[in-house]
């Protein structure tokens, strides 16, 4: 398995667009994850999935942020529109049962200007 | 309120001294913590976590409830040590919370 995958792994875009960002979590994995990384305040839990399903919600900062997990293999994270202080880091995680860790994809690195 | 406090943001070291990377946590229930490492150029991962009871890399961490403590200890750091880590907590089910991470810089 090639573990959690991102993309895009880089992502330039102006102030005022819409930005989705793509995960692919460990096959068989119930659990997943997005974390917003940045300097000031570390890594933040923005959503969480259990068997699609979100589960809580409560890190997603505003309603320009959406997530969705349509099936087991897929997920996304919109922006709409962005703002120069989503600049961040985001990463998503997948866990397959409430005793295991989470295991990482690379993140993607979100820069808008 | 959960949470998961790393009051150290930078941590500089020399090479062969000890290290420790502080970790509280506020938590009602009953806690099960963990220490992230990010290398750089490398994805986050699993470095330990307090069920195990292990040593990995030369690093151990005790869970301390009385003091709601994870510290993150290590008796002589080598260079290639130098990552941001973080100390996380899962609560009930599958949500877990990070610390906002100590960049720990081991110098020769």
């Known amino acids: 398995d090639a573990g959690v995958i991102q993309s895009p792994r880089h992502e330039v875009t102006e102030m005022g667009q819409e930005v989705t960002l793509r995960c692919k979590p460990i096959?068989?994995?119930?659990?997943l994850f997005w974390y917003r990384q940045t300097m000031m305040r570390g890594l933040e839990l923005l959503i969480y999935?259990?068997?699609?399903?979100?589960?809580?919600d409560s890190g997603m900062p505003e309603d320009r942020f959406s997530a969705k997990m349509p099936n087991a293999s897929f997920s996304t994270l919109k922006i709409q529109p962005s703002e120069p202080r989503d600049s961040a880091v985001y990463f998503c995680a997948s866990s397959l049962d409430e005793n295991t860790e989470a295991f990482f994809g690379q993140g993607t690195r979100l820069t808008v200007v | 309120a959960q949470r998961v406090t790393q009051p150290e943001k930078l941590l500089s070291v020399f090479k062969g001294a000890p290290v420790e990377l502080k970790c509280n946590y506020s938590y009602s229930g009953s806690p099960e913590l963990f220490w992230y490492v990010q290398y750089s150029r490398q994805r986050l991962q699993l470095l330990l976590r307090?069920?195990s009871r292990e040593s990995i890399k030369g690093f151990t961490a005790d869970l301390n409830k009385g003091e709601t403590s994870f510290h993150l200890k290590k008796p002589f750091a080598q260079e290639e040590d130098s990552a941001m880590y973080y100390c996380?907590?899962?609560?009930?089910?599958?949500?877990?919370?990070f610390g906002a991470g100590t960049r720990l810089f081991v110098k020769a």
């Open positions: 996380a907590l899962r609560t009930g089910g599958f949500k877990t919370i």
């Open positions: 096959s068989g994995h119930n659990s």
């Open positions: 999935f259990n068997n699609n399903v979100p589960i809580d």
């Open positions: 307090h069920i």
